[in-house]
């Protein structure tokens, strides 16, 4: 089984961005514990960064028939690209938002996300135990689809 984990805009810049609210972790190390996980899960996983909207488009369509759940943090584009939220209902595979932070603790243009209605779930505010837990979730709803 093959799970994509796809990190958005800005994740790129872990460990050195606003670390009082993302933390110290770069993003290589979320990566190797995600990697870690799927590893013990028997799942393969493919990882993607993307700061484009157009190329987090093209890895949600690319993945039709060939991945059985997404995990994906849409950073800020969580809170407006509809294209990436209509991406993923096209597709029709098992998703799950995930986010380091707590969103609806903070600014309140952050507290909408347009992707949640059309993910599987929504886990937030547990920094890198976040994606751990959408990656345990996914593949869970994937074993289920």
Same mark, same amino acid.
């Given at each position: 089984m093959k799970i994509l984990l796809i990190h958005g805009p800005n994740l790129n810049l872990l460990g050195t961005r606003e670390t009082g609210v993302y933390g110290v972790q770069t993003l290589e190390?979320? $990566?190797?514990?995600?990697?870690? *996980?799927? $590893? @013990?899960l028997g799942? /393969? *996983? @493919?990882? &993607?960064q993307s700061n484009s909207e157009g190329g987090i488009i093209d890895l949600i369509q690319a993945a039709?028939?060939?991945?059985? %759940?997404?995990?994906? $943090?849409?950073g800020a584009y969580t809170h407006y690209s509809y294209a990436i939220r209509d991406a993923i209902a096209a597709v029709r595979i098992?998703?799950? /938002?995930v986010h380091l932070s707590n969103i609806h603790a903070r600014e309140e243009f952050r &507290?909408?996300?347009v992707i949640a209605?059309?993910?599987?779930g929504q886990i937030v505010g547990l920094g890198v135990n976040s994606? *751990? *837990? %959408?990656?345990?979730a996914?593949?869970?709803?994937a074993k289920d689809a």
């Open positions: 190390s979320v $990566n190797q514990r995600c990697s870690a *996980l799927a $590893n @013990e799942v /393969e *996983l @493919e990882i &993607h039709t028939n060939t991945v059985k %759940g997404i995990v994906i $943090n849409p098992p998703t799950v /938002e &507290h909408q996300s209605p059309v993910a599987m994606y *751990l *837990l %959408g990656l345990r996914v593949v869970e709803l």
